[in-house]
């Protein structure tokens, strides 16, 4: 962690993967510090470092500066190390945290790929409760939110998800 203020190229990139991988939350304000970085492999290994910590901090740091980001090629950099923050946050047991990262970023300003990449972790995350947002997306107009709605039908499971997609 030391080493990051001296290091350049790929051995900055390498502490800051080993870093994420590590899931050092000391390191969240210095990664998240980085996400300003001109060097933009810089700034995208610690949007990743970030995301796969899965700590609620490093999720917050990353919405932050997606919200601000102006940038498309950033924005898209950003909004998968948020998608990876909310699977983190759910793999350790943190749902409720995981539900809001993926809701604001499936809500957020950025590609729809990556929208729906969030709509899909929201519905499966919410598992029975998801039901209601799964035939929303059945009943859409737009042609990709329909089709993730129907692949999500055939692999969500419970009585709820069967019902509400026969009805």
């Not at 304000?29 to 060097?39: A, G, I, K, V």
């Not at 995301?51 to 917050?60: E, L, P």
């Not at 539900?99 to 995350?125: M, S, W």
């Not at 929303?136 to 969500?156: I, P, V």
Request: glycine fraction near 8%; avoid cysteine.
């Amino acid at each position: 962690l030391e080493s990051l203020e001296n290091l350049e190229g790929e051995l900055k990139l390498g502490v800051i993967g080993t870093i994420g991988r590590r899931r050092d939350r000391e390191a969240v304000p210095h990664l998240t510090r980085l996400l300003e970085s001109s060097d933009a492999q810089v700034a995208a290994a610690a949007a990743v470092a970030l995301g796969a910590m899965g700590t609620t901090d490093a999720a917050d740091a990353l919405t932050t500066a997606l919200a601000a980001e102006e940038e498309p090629r950033r924005q898209e950099g950003l909004a998968a190390a948020v998608l990876l923050a909310g699977q983190r946050l759910a793999k350790s047991g943190n749902m409720k945290a995981a539900v809001g990262i993926v809701d604001h970023l499936r809500n957020a300003e950025i590609p729809q790929a990556y929208r729906l990449g969030a709509l899909q972790n929201a519905i499966r995350l919410r598992g029975e409760d998801g039901v209601e947002l799964l035939v929303k997306q059945l009943k859409s107009s737009d042609r990709d939110f329909f089709q993730a709605g129907l692949a999500l039908a055939r692999t969500l499971p419970g009585n709820k998800t069967t019902q509400a997609v026969a009805d």
